[in-house]
């Protein structure tokens, strides 16, 4: 069975980084990339962008094109996102999701339970 | 701001069938793939409806998608209390080149 598991809870000073981890489970890992979506408090799902896991290609949208890094480890089938100089509207719960396998355009299933990142001071 | 508009809530009693409409542009609905989301709060996204029309397997066949133009629908008959839950349309904009969500309409079963 595929999943998507993600790594726990965060509080982060404005100004800081964080990384957040998704591990997959129960396919071969390369074969599908993985995006990241966010949602904050009483607003909308958010797509960030996306990764290769076959070779790192990245593509993040215009927003977060400046603070996001997503990285690949195949030797773990874990991808990891990592955004830089948090603010307090950056709080948020972060989902792993990877493209869902019979469909022929791009949406999304499986998805990771979710990461809060809560930024604070 | 989302490019793609939903419905803030729709509400309907047990067993009634409720619509969600998606209202995007020619550079995301108009000429890419619609899909569709359930999502409680507090839990991971469902994938409900991918490709305009077609559901994974699990999905039951009380949702239904359809597509006309710049614009997506989602049906749910026979509601159930479980089916209370927000609900997102997806698709590419291949403006912005990248995937968008709409803005999420609540579902309440009275």
């Known amino acids: 069975q595929v999943h998507l598991v993600q790594s726990g809870a965060e509080v982060k000073k404005p100004g800081a980084s964080v990384r957040v981890s998704c591990k997959a489970s129960?396919?071969?890992?390369?074969?599908?990339?993985i995006s990241w979506v966010r949602q904050a408090p009483g607003q909308g799902l958010e797509w960030m962008g996306w990764i290769s896991t076959y070779n790192g290609d990245t593509k993040y949208t215009q927003k977060f094109r400046d603070r996001l890094t997503m990285t690949t480890d195949t030797s773990t089938s874990t991808v990891y996102m990592e955004l830089r100089s948090l603010r307090s509207d950056d709080t948020a719960v972060y989902y792993c999701?990877?493209?869902?396998?019979?469909?022929?355009?791009?949406?999304?299933?499986?998805w990771g339970q979710g990461t809060l990142v809560t930024v604070s001071s | 701001q989302s490019v793609l508009t939903q419905p803030p809530s729709v509400s309907a009693a047990p067993r009634q069938k409720v619509t969600i409409s998606c209202s995007g542009s020619g550079s995301n609905i108009g000429n890419n793939y619609v899909s569709w989301y359930q999502h409680v709060p507090g839990t991971a996204p469902k994938l409900l409806i991918y490709?305009?029309?077609e559901r994974p397997s699990g999905i039951p066949d009380r949702f239904s998608g359809s597509k006309s133009g710049t614009s997506a629908t989602l049906g749910i008959t026979g509601l159930q209390t479980g089916d209370e839950a927000d609900y997102y349309c997806?698709?590419?904009?291949?403006?912005?080149?990248?995937?968008?969500f709409g803005t999420g309409t609540q579902v309440t079963v009275l």
């Open positions: 490709d305009n029309n």
């Open positions: 997806g698709t590419w904009d291949s403006s912005l080149r990248a995937y968008v």
């Open positions: 999701a990877r493209p869902y396998r019979g469909s022929i355009s791009m949406c999304f299933d499986p």
């Open positions: 129960g396919y071969i890992f390369t074969n599908f990339g």
